[in-house]
């Protein structure tokens, strides 16, 4: 069985705050994908990044980076000098085997003016 | 421009009542999802579908019914017997590249579903 465990359930920042949303997961395969989405008030998922269990470089996109740390097992997602454009919840989710998506609870980020 | 359609938005069902939610794509993707999402919930797999004329239960099918007779199109059932359909319903589309573990998923905008 796969588990994602997103244990910041609201994080509230000041707008240019950097902030961090923390991502824990569990699996028994080898091979697996680890994603982040983001759903901003309208509701649709918009995806923002994929990554395998093989690669484990940080990524940087923008204001956005990931730190992928096997040892723990976390896929932690960073917004550097955060806006209000950002206040959305964000769900980290994963696939192992040939299974499908198991998603977090998700962490709601409000980021205030 | 493709992407994912959802009908209706906003959808009012009486109790008792079965009700179909719509999902089409023009991606070209093979497969297709349905989750729902309740408030402070993550998603929650309702059925997925990776070829026509296929489809499989996921966690909490109990209460829905789909079917998948295009390749495009993958619509949703509510039926009487879900206890607690009140609830954001998403659709979403993959990619299945053989050989490839999972590829992302892309969702539509969603269907909020409310029981009177």
């Known amino acids: 069985a796969q588990k994602v465990t997103q244990a910041q359930t609201e994080i509230s920042v000041v707008e240019k705050e950097d902030v961090t949303l923390d991502c824990v997961y569990e699996?028994?395969?080898?091979?697996?994908?680890l994603f982040w989405y983001k759903q901003p008030p309208s509701g649709e998922l918009v995806f923002l990044i994929r990554r395998n269990s093989f690669d484990e470089q940080n990524e940087i996109s923008g204001r956005y980076s990931w730190n992928f740390q096997k040892s723990t097992s976390s896929f932690n997602f960073t917004i550097t000098a955060s806006q209000v454009v950002d206040s959305a919840v964000y769900f980290c989710a994963l696939s192992s085997g040939y299974s499908t998506l198991t998603f977090g609870k998700g962490t709601m980020l409000l980021v205030s003016p | 421009d493709g992407g994912i359609t959802q009908s209706p938005k906003y959808l009012f069902r009486k109790e008792g009542q079965n009700v179909t939610l719509s999902c089409e794509q023009n991606?070209?993707?093979?497969?297709m999802y349905w989750y729902r999402q309740d408030p402070g919930q993550g998603l929650r797999l309702i059925y997925y579908?990776?070829?026509?004329?296929?489809?499989q239960k996921g966690d909490i099918a109990e209460g829905y019914s789909v079917s998948r007779e295009k390749k495009e199109s993958f619509p949703l059932t509510v039926t009487s017997a879900q206890k607690n359909p009140t609830a954001f319903y998403l659709c979403?589309?993959?990619?299945?590249?053989?050989?490839?573990?999972?590829?992302?998923?892309?969702f539509g905008p969603g269907t909020r579903l409310t029981v009177l």
């Open positions: 579908s990776q070829i026509v004329n296929d489809f």
């Open positions: 979403a589309s993959s990619l299945q590249n053989p050989g490839q573990v999972y590829n992302e998923q892309f």
């Open positions: 991606l070209n993707h093979d497969a």
């Open positions: 699996t028994r395969d080898t091979t697996y994908y």
